[in-house]
């Protein structure tokens, strides 16, 4: 089977689903599309301008103002300024959680990935990749692990970066979060059809890259 063209990586918070994807992309020469960076960039931009989320026309004019760039080496840039980092803040989940339950949102989103996307070879997580944003994909993954072990590895991640939080705070946040995916009305966190589950917990990072790799080379049919 060829190589796939579209590889979509889904899951719930703290699965693990953008530093694989990073590091497939790496390997395998896929330009990355990190969903999630955008719904991040949007929820940054209404916090920066005071909009509140709660109110869909408010939300939707600071998304319609901004200019979001997604860089070959996984910068996130928005209107000209380097925000990679500041939107993976605690709070960053939050807000860009709050932006994507509105459908209209959504679309701006989508049609932003696809002309991302036009030409390239991609791989690209979130939580409607599969599902919604890109049905055909060749390759349509779906990772997984128990909220505690999510939670551990975000919780590590935070503190390594010198955030001062708990973990109980990190898997409140993070459970609350997968709730709001999971059931909101338009496009919600699936397991999209025909997608190969990966339960990652107990799994180390190499593992479940050596996986997808080989479904990768296999023509996903392994
Ligand atoms: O994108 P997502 O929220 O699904 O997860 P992530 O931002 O890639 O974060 C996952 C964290 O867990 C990273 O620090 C990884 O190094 C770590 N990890 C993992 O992703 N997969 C494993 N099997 C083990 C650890
Ligand atoms: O890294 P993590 O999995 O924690 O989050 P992310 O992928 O950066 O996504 C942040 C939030 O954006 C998610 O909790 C979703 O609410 C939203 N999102 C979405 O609705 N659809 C996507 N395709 C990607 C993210």
Sequence with gaps: MPEPMIITIDGPAGA???TVAKE??????????????????IGYACSLKGADLNNLQEVIS???SIKIELTEEGKVILNGRD?????RKPEGGYLASQVARFKEIREVVVELLREMAKGKKIVIDGRDAGSYIFPEA????????????RAKRRYEELK?????VSYEEVLKEVVERDERDRNRPFAPLVVPEGAIVIDTTGKSLETVISEISQLIKNGNDC
């Design 62 to 64: 600071v998304a319609k």
């Design 16 to 18: 693990g689903k953008s």
């Design 138 to 149: 060749d390759l349509k993954i779906y990772l997984t692990a128990t909220p505690e072990e």
């Design 83 to 87: 925000v990679t980092w500041e939107i």
């Design 24 to 41: 497939i992309s790496r390997r395998f020469g896929y330009f990355h599309l990190d969903s999630g960076a955008l719904y991040r960039a």
């Design 160 to 164: 390594k970066r010198g955030f001062n």
